[in-house]
């Protein structure tokens, strides 16, 4: 006969199901699951729901994949604080799943010259695209009409970065012009206006093109063929920091107190309050790597070479060292890939054949609560070759895609015919939305018919017993 614990038997005594435990220790419980596991649990009785559905780890949960929660209340954009963090996380991650359904594409016409550079800025439903005319157009995302744009900066303008306070354009000429915010301007940026030194800036320190550019709360990030990346203070408009490279810098991506970058067929990362070197990897490519991008909680990047691949690393700190692990390749492309952008967790690229790639990596991440999380899954400590091909493969008019970025459910790209398209995937989710209200009704309407069915059983038996 087996010995039983004691601490068991009298756990087992005490609870029969979980739901005679105490509520604190049902939350630690609840604590190690996953979306999925926690919305299984949650069906178990209404005072499990209720804990389940009001527990802090869907806040983890919705930031660890996309950040702090944006969205658009009565009283213009903002923190809205009548959703809870499971109805904020469900509905993006219901969202994020139209990048698979029905598309329209909008054509946004009035650049002259090639596009170079794409970005959208999701929160405030705007899009900034530049090229060889150096100018610096403003869209309205939802509408697809020009909102405005600059006169015209003198070089070919490569890289363009924007928040809600800046917005940012780099040129071949080697500098970096700015404008900042107007207080109670709808869209902004006052870009049509006179050069006024109050709302715009240009800065110089740069010895060559500038390639690529980057906002975080504090400070600008530049990268140049002049081999160097340089940290910026947003407010002093100083240089604080030169990080240099071997080779032409092609992009970078900060994240926290980290900045990564490509230069050559190499890929670093840097502590950017000290200027050190923290992570380094050579030859990852065959020739250059032209594009970079990174998860939001800053441990995964992804790489785009002229070879026409696409690598995913792990970034892994351990005992006070940085390593970059090979987790994954692609090769969606028979061209090189210009440009990458990263929204959980969708990757989707641009390339010189054409196309864009659109890669869902949730199949890659460790399931694990007790693992960190967004870590992807290791096999035999090597990286994994046979990974299934991109989700979805989306054709261009022309070659050449230079810029590609993606937001909430679009896509914009900017390429050598100098048109802006965007594709707009707000259509698959109007149509789901609609099928999972039909469903709903459907659904009810089962559950009346079997609570009548249940009732009439019941008044049959007590009629057989009487």
């Known amino acids: 006969m087996q010995n039983h614990c004691p601490v068991d038997e009298a756990l087992l005594n005490y609870s029969r199901s979980i739901t005679d435990l105490p509520p604190a220790l049902i939350s630690e419980i609840l604590n190690c699951l996953e979306p999925k596991e926690l919305g299984i649990v949650s069906c178990v009785s209404k005072s499990i729901y209720r804990l389940a559905s009001e527990h802090h780890v869907w806040k983890e949960f919705y930031s660890e994949r996309w950040g702090q929660p944006v969205v658009r209340t009565p ?11 499971k109805e904020l996380f469900v509905e993006r991650e219901f969202r994020s799943k139209t990048f698979l359904g029905r598309y329209s594409i909008d054509n946004l016409y009035g650049h002259t010259e090639a596009v170079r550079t794409v970005f959208l800025l999701a929160s405030k439903k705007l899009i900034f695209t530049s090229g060889y005319e150096s100018i610096v157009r403003m869209w309205d995302m939802e509408e697809g009409l020009a909102i405005a744009s600059s006169r015209p900066l003198g070089c070919t303008i490569r890289a363009v970065a924007a928040d809600t306070k800046l917005l940012i354009a780099g040129g071949t000429d080697g500098f970096i012009h700015g404008w900042r915010a107007k207080e109670g301007l709808s869209y902004l940026f006052d870009l049509k206006g006179s050069q006024n030194q109050n709302t715009e800036f240009r800065l110089w320190e740069h010895e060559g093109p500038i390639t690529c550019l980057a906002l975080d709360l504090t400070r600008i990030y530049s990268g140049s063929w002049d081999m160097t990346v340089r940290v910026w203070d947003r407010l002093l408009l100083k240089c604080l920091k030169v990080l240099r490279h071997s080779d ?19 890929v670093y990362v840097w502590d950017s309050d000290n200027g050190s070197q923290i992570a380094f990897v050579s030859n990852v490519h065959v020739g250059d790597i032209y594009s970079l991008a990174r998860s939001h909680t800053g441990k995964l990047l992804f790489t785009g070479g002229e070879d026409g691949a696409i690598h995913m690393f792990e970034i892994i700190n351990h005992c006070g060292e940085s390593n970059l692990h090979q987790v994954a390749t692609w090769i969606p492309h028979s061209g090189p890939v210009y440009s990458l952008s990263f929204e959980f967790p969708w990757l989707v690229s641009a390339s010189s054949d054409g196309k864009l790639s659109l890669i869902d990596v949730r199949k890659l991440l460790k399931p694990s609560r007790h693992a960190a999380p967004g870590n992807p899954k290791r096999s035999n400590g090597s990286y994994q070759k046979n990974v299934e091909p991109p989700q979805r493969m989306l054709h261009w008019f022309g070659s050449n895609l230079f810029s590609v970025d993606i937001g909430s459910d679009r896509v914009v790209c900017g390429g050598e015919e100098g048109v802006v398209r965007v594709w707009n995937f707000s259509q698959a989710l109007e149509i789901e939305q609609r099928s999972r209200a039909l469903r709903g009704l459907r659904f009810g309407e089962q559950d009346e018919a079997s609570n009548d069915v249940w009732h009439n059983k019941r008044g049959v038996s007590s009629k057989l017993k009487a």
């Open 248 to 266: 032409w810098v092609w992009s970078l991506v900060p994240h926290d107190t980290t900045v990564a970058s490509v230069s050559g067929s190499d």
């Open 75 to 85: 009283l213009g954009l903002g923190y809205l604080d009548e959703k809870t963090w």
